[in-house]
């Protein structure tokens, strides 16, 4: 799977890591709805932190279609709940 990380770039990640993205994306998604800012911040730095640890960068020439997107660290909660879908950032 490829994972655009907003003003990142791209990485290449394992699909047998999606249990361990999953379960960052759940708290984060509990803590948005539950208006909890510093649990937000917190639990965004360690699911990108995941992906950037799990996965393998991308060349930036390189320009393959993200089969995911994730928000830049500094993103507000605001701008992260424009981007969730039902399952939250992350499908499954």
């Known amino acids: 799977m490829i994972v ?8 290449s990640l394992g699909d047998e890591h999606l249990a361990e993205l999953n379960k960052l994306d759940d708290e984060l998604l509990a803590e ?10 917190r ?11 799990l996965g393998e960068p991308l060349p930036d020439e ?8 994730l928000p830049e660290p ?3 909660l605001d701008e992260v709940k424009g981007m969730l879908n039902d399952d939250g950032l992350i499908p499954g």
């Not at 655009?4 to 990485?11: A, F, K, L």
């Not at 965004?44 to 995941?50: K, M, N, R, S, V």
């Open 4 to 11: 655009r990380i907003m003003g990142e770039g791209q990485v």
């Open 32 to 41: 948005m709805e539950s208006g909890d800012e510093e649990g937000f911040r």
């Open 43 to 53: 639990t965004l730095g360690a699911l990108l932190d995941a992906v950037r640890r």
């Open 62 to 69: 390189a320009l393959e279609p993200s089969e995911l997107i």
């Open 74 to 76: 500094g993103a507000t």
